[in-house]
Structure formats: structure tokens, C-alpha cells
T-cell receptor, first 112, second 115 residues
Framework: DAKTTQPPSMDCAEGRAANLPCNHSTISGNEYVYWYRQIHSQGPQYIIHGLKNNETNEMASLIITEDRKSSTLILPHATLRDTAVYYC?????????????FGTGTLLAVQP | KAGVTQTPRYLIKTRGQQVTLSCSPISGHRSVSWYQQTPGQGLQFLFEYFSETQRNKGNFPGRFSGRQFSNSRSEMNVSTLELGDSALYLCASSWGGLADTDTQYFGPGTRLTVL
């Protein structure tokens, strides 16, 4: 079973920041949080990952709470092309396998 | 650097047939993982290959099999196709080291329809 909980859907106005929450209350100390997104019928696209510190790249920012039980993915200026299903994944047994367990994700709809 | 490529992109088969899907990983990546995506079950892990050996396997029947070649290219095979095997099949490649930050990159997928 997935180790994360995400809201099924969210709306965001174009040009505004999109903040996507994720709960992972059972995360272990050495498990990373990964975010992927999937635009309809395409392969999932890697966005960002982190362990305990906040991370930022050209696509997004990842804010992880101090107790690591939740995180937020931030798309600073959402565009229509950001409409997709966003998956928050806690890497399972990071030292033994590359297996990813996907939950149901959050469908982000960016509105014009 | 070229991304993960999968062939064919679309495939139509009939029940009872078998099918082989191909995945070419990013250059330098030695791990290839396969996933099945259906509307009902979402994205599910099938298996992972590293250096021509299966390293991990999901909960799928033996009709689903795979292999990896010395150049890291991978194929998956589904025998005796069932209607429920209709799905988007995705492969993902990564460097393959068992590090917590070994990021997987996905291909565009193969859409299999079983009639």
C-alpha cells in the first residue's frame, strides 16, 4: 500500500502558486519524498525529491515539515500546462530496491 | 541526453495471444523497472532488472515476464493475453545503485489494448 495520502483534486488559477499537500506520517528516517506528475496518458515526469531540507529546482519547491510527517509541493506560477495528476511517493526500502509505490495522486486543474 | 524510449507506442492484440514490449533506458542507466497502469488499479510495479538480473518483482502472475540485455535494454512479455491486461505499460530507468536518491525516469509508455 502507498505510504502517502493526498487530496484527490485541487484547482488553481493560472499564474498563481499551486500548493499540493501530502501526508506521510509513517515515513522512516532514511526514506526520501519524491514527487512525480503525469499528464494524461503520458509517462510520469520526475519533479523533485528531498529528505528533510527544503528543496528547489527549476520546476518546483518542496517543503518538508520538521517532523517529516508531511510535505508540500509548490509550483510558483502555475500554467495550463501544469494540469496533471501529481504523485507524492515515499521511496520504499530505498536501500534494497528501486520499486516505487504510487498512490492515487492529486489531480491539479489549472484554470484560465 | 536522450530519454527513455519504448516501442511500440500502441498495440492491439486479441485474447490468448502474447506480446513483447521493448524499453531502451537512458544511456548509462543499468536499472529498468516496469509498471502497469489501469484506471482501476492505478500504477503498479511489475518488476525491476539490473545488470541482466531480476532484482525485484511485484504481485503479478507468471504470464508477465521480462528480461534485460547486456546493453541494459529490456523487454517484457505477456503470454496468454486477457482482457484485463489492457493497460498503459511504463518502463523507468535509473542508474541502478541502491541509493535512496536513485531517481527513476519514465518513458512515454506502450498502450496495449486486448480485444
Amino acid at each position: 500500500d502507498a505510504k502517502t495520502t493526498q487530496p484527490p483534486s485541487m484547482d488553481c488559477a493560472e499564474g498563481r502558486a499551486a500548493n499540493l499537500p501530502c501526508n506521510h506520517s509513517t515515513i522512516s528516517g532514511n526514506e526520501y519524498v519524491y514527487w512525480y506528475r503525469q499528464i494524461h496518458s503520458q509517462g510520469p515526469q520526475y519533479i523533485i525529491h528531498g529528505l528533510k531540507n527544503n528543496e528547489t529546482n527549476e520546476m518546483a519547491s518542496l517543503i518538508i515539515t520538521e517532523d517529516r510527517k508531511s510535505s508540500t509541493l509548490i509550483l510558483p506560477h502555475a500554467t495550463l500546462r501544469d494540469t496533471a495528476v501529481y504523485y507524492c511517493i515515499v521511496r520504499v526500502d530505498g536501500g534494497a530496491t528501486n520499486k516505487l509505490i504510487f498512490g492515487t495522486g492529486t489531480l491539479l486543474a489549472v484554470q484560465p | 541526453k536522450a530519454g527513455v524510449t519504448q516501442t511500440p507506442r500502441y498495440l492491439i492484440k486479441t485474447r490468448g495471444q502474447q506480446v513483447t514490449l521493448s524499453c531502451s533506458p537512458i544511456s548509462g542507466h543499468r536499472s529498468v523497472s516496469w509498471y502497469q497502469q489501469t484506471p482501476g488499479q492505478g500504477l503498479q510495479f511489475l518488476f525491476e532488472y539490473f545488470s541482466e538480473t531480476q532484482r525485484n518483482k511485484g504481485n503479478f502472475p507468471g504470464r508477465f515476464s521480462g528480461r534485460q540485455f547486456s546493453n541494459s535494454r529490456s523487454e517484457m512479455n505477456v503470454s496468454t493475453l486477457e482482457l484485463g491486461d489492457s493497460a498503459l505499460y511504463l518502463c523507468a530507468s535509473s542508474w541502478g545503485g541502491l541509493a535512496d536518491t536513485d531517481t527513476q525516469y519514465f518513458g512515454p509508455g506502450t498502450r496495449l489494448t486486448v480485444l
